[in-house]
Protein backbone atom coordinates (compact mmCIF):
# COMPACT_ATOMS: atom_id res chain seq x y z
CA UNK A 1 0.00 0.00 0.00
CA UNK A 2 1.53 3.47 -1.02
CA UNK A 3 1.77 6.39 1.51
CA UNK A 4 1.03 9.60 -0.47
CA UNK A 5 -0.45 11.69 1.97
CA UNK A 6 2.04 12.09 5.39
CA UNK A 7 3.60 15.44 3.56
CA UNK A 8 0.22 17.09 3.45
CA UNK A 9 -1.85 15.61 6.21
CA UNK A 10 -2.61 18.94 7.97
CA UNK A 11 -4.21 20.20 4.69
CA UNK A 12 -5.57 16.53 4.08
CA UNK A 13 -7.74 16.88 7.10
CA UNK A 14 -8.66 20.87 6.10
CA UNK A 15 -9.53 20.60 2.36
CA UNK A 16 -10.50 16.83 1.89
CA UNK A 17 -14.19 16.28 1.48
CA UNK A 18 -16.47 13.95 3.70
CA UNK A 19 -19.02 11.19 2.75
CA UNK A 20 -22.56 12.19 2.70
CA UNK A 21 -24.89 11.05 5.42
CA UNK A 22 -26.92 9.06 2.96
CA UNK A 23 -23.72 6.53 2.65
CA UNK A 24 -24.27 5.79 6.54
CA UNK A 25 -27.99 5.46 6.23
CA UNK A 26 -27.13 2.70 3.63
CA UNK A 27 -24.24 0.89 5.01
CA UNK A 28 -26.18 0.86 8.76
CA UNK A 29 -29.20 -0.09 7.54
CA UNK A 30 -27.76 -3.37 6.19
CA UNK A 31 -25.14 -4.03 9.23
CA UNK A 32 -26.84 -6.99 11.32
CA UNK A 33 -24.96 -5.64 14.93
CA UNK A 34 -22.96 -2.67 15.83
CA UNK A 35 -20.21 -4.35 18.50
CA UNK A 36 -16.68 -3.44 16.33
CA UNK A 37 -15.97 -1.70 13.27
CA UNK A 38 -12.61 -0.81 11.62
CA UNK A 39 -12.31 1.73 9.61
CA UNK A 40 -9.38 0.59 7.26
CA UNK A 41 -6.52 3.39 5.91
CA UNK A 42 -9.04 5.63 7.94
CA UNK A 43 -6.44 8.67 7.01
CA UNK A 44 -7.88 11.67 8.92
CA UNK A 45 -10.44 9.79 10.65
CA UNK A 46 -13.56 11.12 8.93
CA UNK A 47 -15.26 7.79 8.21
CA UNK A 48 -14.33 6.18 11.76
CA UNK A 49 -16.18 9.74 13.61
CA UNK A 50 -19.10 8.26 12.12
CA UNK A 51 -18.86 4.96 13.17
CA UNK A 52 -18.20 5.96 16.08
CA UNK A 53 -22.00 7.32 16.46
CA UNK A 54 -23.13 3.79 16.15
CA UNK A 55 -20.77 0.87 17.33
CA UNK A 56 -19.31 -0.11 20.31
CA UNK A 57 -15.94 0.08 19.50
CA UNK A 58 -14.16 1.15 16.23
CA UNK A 59 -10.79 0.44 15.61
CA UNK A 60 -8.95 2.77 13.01
CA UNK A 61 -5.91 2.42 11.16
CA UNK A 62 -3.11 3.96 8.52
CA UNK A 63 0.04 3.55 7.42
CA UNK A 64 0.84 7.08 7.78
CA UNK A 65 1.82 8.51 11.51
CA UNK A 66 1.35 12.52 10.62
CA UNK A 67 -2.53 11.17 9.21
CA UNK A 68 -3.50 9.80 12.27
CA UNK A 69 -1.67 12.78 14.57
CA UNK A 70 -4.67 14.83 12.75
CA UNK A 71 -7.56 12.56 13.06
CA UNK A 72 -10.48 13.16 15.38
CA UNK A 73 -10.36 11.57 18.20
CA UNK A 74 -13.54 10.23 20.32
CA UNK A 75 -13.03 7.33 23.51
CA UNK A 76 -14.51 4.16 21.38
CA UNK A 77 -11.98 4.91 18.41
CA UNK A 78 -8.84 3.46 18.70
CA UNK A 79 -6.00 4.67 16.12
CA UNK A 80 -2.82 2.83 15.42
CA UNK A 81 -0.28 2.64 12.66
CA UNK A 82 -1.25 -0.42 10.67
CA UNK A 83 -1.86 -1.79 7.31
CA UNK A 84 -5.03 -3.22 5.30
CA UNK A 85 -2.86 -6.14 3.91
CA UNK A 86 -1.42 -7.41 7.19
CA UNK A 87 -3.79 -6.47 9.81
CA UNK A 88 -3.14 -7.60 13.46
CA UNK A 89 -7.06 -8.29 15.22
CA UNK A 90 -8.37 -11.90 15.87
CA UNK A 91 -10.12 -13.65 13.23
CA UNK A 92 -13.89 -13.00 12.79
CA UNK A 93 -13.83 -8.92 14.77
CA UNK A 94 -16.07 -6.96 13.32
CA UNK A 95 -19.47 -6.53 11.86
CA UNK A 96 -18.91 -3.54 9.27
CA UNK A 97 -14.85 -3.13 7.50
CA UNK A 98 -15.21 0.47 6.00
CA UNK A 99 -12.05 1.56 3.47
CA UNK A 100 -12.58 5.35 1.87
CA UNK A 101 -10.89 6.41 -1.18
CA UNK A 102 -7.63 4.60 -0.60
CA UNK A 103 -8.78 0.93 -1.69
CA UNK A 104 -7.28 1.44 -5.06
CA UNK A 105 -3.62 1.38 -3.47
CA UNK A 106 -4.32 -2.01 -1.92
CA UNK A 107 -2.85 -5.62 -2.87
CA UNK A 108 -5.66 -7.38 -3.50
CA UNK A 109 -4.74 -10.60 -3.27
CA UNK A 110 -3.02 -10.10 0.04
CA UNK A 111 -6.02 -7.63 1.07
CA UNK A 112 -9.38 -9.87 0.39
CA UNK A 113 -7.94 -13.08 2.23
CA UNK A 114 -7.41 -11.30 5.31
CA UNK A 115 -10.70 -9.29 5.35
CA UNK A 116 -12.27 -12.72 4.93
CA UNK A 117 -10.68 -13.62 8.19
CA UNK A 118 -11.39 -10.79 10.05
CA UNK A 119 -15.34 -9.86 9.22
CA UNK A 120 -17.50 -11.72 10.94
CA UNK A 121 -19.77 -14.41 8.94
CA UNK A 122 -22.81 -11.72 7.68
CA UNK A 123 -20.53 -9.02 8.11
CA UNK A 124 -19.99 -6.17 5.75
CA UNK A 125 -17.49 -4.68 3.57
CA UNK A 126 -17.63 -1.14 1.68
CA UNK A 127 -15.04 0.01 -0.52
CA UNK A 128 -16.23 3.82 -1.47
CA UNK A 129 -14.48 6.71 -3.08
CA UNK A 130 -15.27 10.23 -4.80
CA UNK A 131 -14.73 11.06 -8.78
CA UNK A 132 -13.45 14.17 -9.81
CA UNK A 133 -15.58 16.66 -9.12
CA UNK A 134 -18.48 18.67 -10.73
CA UNK A 135 -19.06 22.16 -10.77
CA UNK A 136 -20.12 24.16 -13.53
CA UNK A 137 -19.26 24.20 -17.67
CA UNK A 138 -16.47 27.08 -17.55
CA UNK A 139 -15.05 25.92 -14.21
CA UNK A 140 -14.66 22.31 -14.93
CA UNK A 141 -12.71 23.16 -18.32
CA UNK A 142 -10.04 24.66 -16.17
CA UNK A 143 -10.25 21.70 -14.19
CA UNK A 144 -10.11 18.94 -16.55
CA UNK A 145 -7.38 20.85 -18.31
CA UNK A 146 -5.39 21.18 -14.77
CA UNK A 147 -6.41 16.75 -14.29
CA UNK A 148 -5.29 15.78 -17.89
CA UNK A 149 -2.85 17.58 -18.99
CA UNK A 150 -1.09 19.60 -16.60
CA UNK A 151 -0.46 16.83 -14.41
CA UNK A 152 -1.30 13.87 -17.21
CA UNK A 153 2.20 12.15 -16.35
CA UNK A 154 2.01 12.00 -12.55
CA UNK A 155 -0.84 10.14 -11.31
CA UNK A 156 -0.25 7.12 -10.28
CA UNK A 157 -1.25 3.97 -12.66
CA UNK A 158 -3.38 3.40 -10.06
CA UNK A 159 -5.51 5.75 -10.48
CA UNK A 160 -7.95 4.53 -13.06
CA UNK A 161 -9.44 2.30 -10.64
CA UNK A 162 -10.71 5.90 -9.39
CA UNK A 163 -12.21 6.71 -12.79
CA UNK A 164 -13.62 3.44 -13.58
CA UNK A 165 -15.73 4.13 -10.03
CA UNK A 166 -14.09 1.01 -8.34
CA UNK A 167 -15.85 -0.93 -11.00
CA UNK A 168 -12.69 -3.10 -12.75
CA UNK A 169 -11.29 -4.29 -9.23
CA UNK A 170 -11.88 -7.31 -7.93
CA UNK A 171 -14.64 -8.23 -5.24
CA UNK A 172 -15.14 -11.51 -4.17
CA UNK A 173 -17.74 -11.16 -1.74
CA UNK A 174 -21.53 -11.35 -1.70
CA UNK A 175 -22.39 -7.99 -3.30
CA UNK A 176 -25.23 -5.63 -2.94
CA UNK A 177 -26.20 -2.99 -5.22
CA UNK A 178 -24.61 0.78 -4.47
CA UNK A 179 -27.15 3.75 -4.64
CA UNK A 180 -26.48 6.99 -6.98
CA UNK A 181 -25.06 9.46 -4.34
CA UNK A 182 -23.32 13.12 -3.94
CA UNK A 183 -21.53 15.09 -1.60
CA UNK A 184 -22.29 18.54 -1.65
CA UNK A 185 -20.83 21.62 -1.02
CA UNK A 186 -20.96 25.46 -1.12
CA UNK A 187 -17.68 26.05 -2.36
CA UNK A 188 -15.09 29.23 -2.91
CA UNK A 189 -12.11 29.18 -4.99
CA UNK A 190 -9.90 29.55 -2.13
CA UNK A 191 -11.78 26.12 -1.04
CA UNK A 192 -11.45 24.58 -4.51
CA UNK A 193 -7.48 25.49 -4.62
CA UNK A 194 -6.89 24.00 -1.06
CA UNK A 195 -8.58 20.95 -2.10
CA UNK A 196 -6.84 20.66 -5.71
CA UNK A 197 -3.50 21.02 -3.53
CA UNK A 198 -4.33 17.45 -1.74
CA UNK A 199 -4.45 15.82 -5.03
CA UNK A 200 -1.33 13.14 -4.81
CA UNK A 201 -0.40 14.16 -8.47
CA UNK A 202 0.13 17.21 -7.31
CA UNK A 203 2.78 16.27 -4.54
CA UNK A 204 4.41 14.01 -7.37
CA UNK A 205 4.58 16.82 -10.00
CA UNK A 206 6.64 19.11 -7.38
CA UNK A 207 9.02 16.44 -6.54
CA UNK A 208 9.34 16.07 -10.55
CA UNK A 209 9.73 19.47 -11.57
CA UNK A 210 10.97 21.58 -8.91
CA UNK A 211 8.12 24.40 -8.42
CA UNK A 212 4.32 24.11 -8.05
CA UNK A 213 1.72 23.29 -10.80
CA UNK A 214 -0.67 25.64 -8.94
CA UNK A 215 1.07 28.62 -10.08
CA UNK A 216 -0.16 32.12 -10.51
CA UNK A 217 -1.06 31.25 -14.15
CA UNK A 218 -3.15 28.05 -12.91
CA UNK A 219 -4.53 30.55 -10.40
CA UNK A 220 -5.49 33.20 -12.87
CA UNK A 221 -7.16 31.02 -15.45
CA UNK A 222 -9.30 29.51 -12.26
CA UNK A 223 -10.43 32.80 -11.30
CA UNK A 224 -11.13 34.10 -14.71
CA UNK A 225 -14.46 31.09 -14.61
CA UNK A 226 -14.15 32.08 -10.82
CA UNK A 227 -13.51 35.22 -9.15
CA UNK A 228 -12.95 35.57 -5.48
CA UNK A 229 -15.77 35.66 -2.69
CA UNK A 230 -17.79 33.95 -5.35
CA UNK A 231 -19.65 30.30 -3.96
CA UNK A 232 -20.27 27.78 -6.48
CA UNK A 233 -21.89 24.52 -5.79
CA UNK A 234 -19.52 21.41 -6.24
CA UNK A 235 -20.64 18.04 -6.11
CA UNK A 236 -18.40 14.39 -5.59
CA UNK A 237 -20.04 11.77 -7.14
CA UNK A 238 -19.74 9.01 -4.56
CA UNK A 239 -19.21 5.35 -5.99
CA UNK A 240 -18.91 1.88 -4.45
CA UNK A 241 -18.49 -1.76 -4.02
CA UNK A 242 -20.18 -3.35 -0.76
CA UNK A 243 -21.05 -6.97 -0.02
CA UNK A 244 -21.23 -9.65 2.72
CA UNK A 245 -18.86 -11.67 4.40
CA UNK A 246 -20.05 -15.38 3.78
Known amino acids: M ?14 RPSYPVQLFDFLFDKCQN ?21 F ?9 ENQLKNAVQKSNIRYQLGSAESPDFPD ?17 EKFYPEM ?45 LVENAYSTIP ?3 DEIAFPEMASTYSWTVEQLLGY ?14 GYHPIDETFVAQLKDVWPEGEVKTVRFPIFGRVGFNQ
Request: glycine share 6%.
Open 2 to 15: KDNFSAQSSIYAQF
Open 34 to 54: FEHAWDCATGNGQIAAVLAER
Open 56 to 64: QQVEATDIS
Open 92 to 108: HSFDLVTVGQAAHWFNF
Open 116 to 160: RRVIKPGGLLALVGYNLLRVDEPTEVVIEHFYNTILHDCWDGERH
Open 171 to 173: FPL
Open 196 to 209: LGTWSAVQHFIRKN
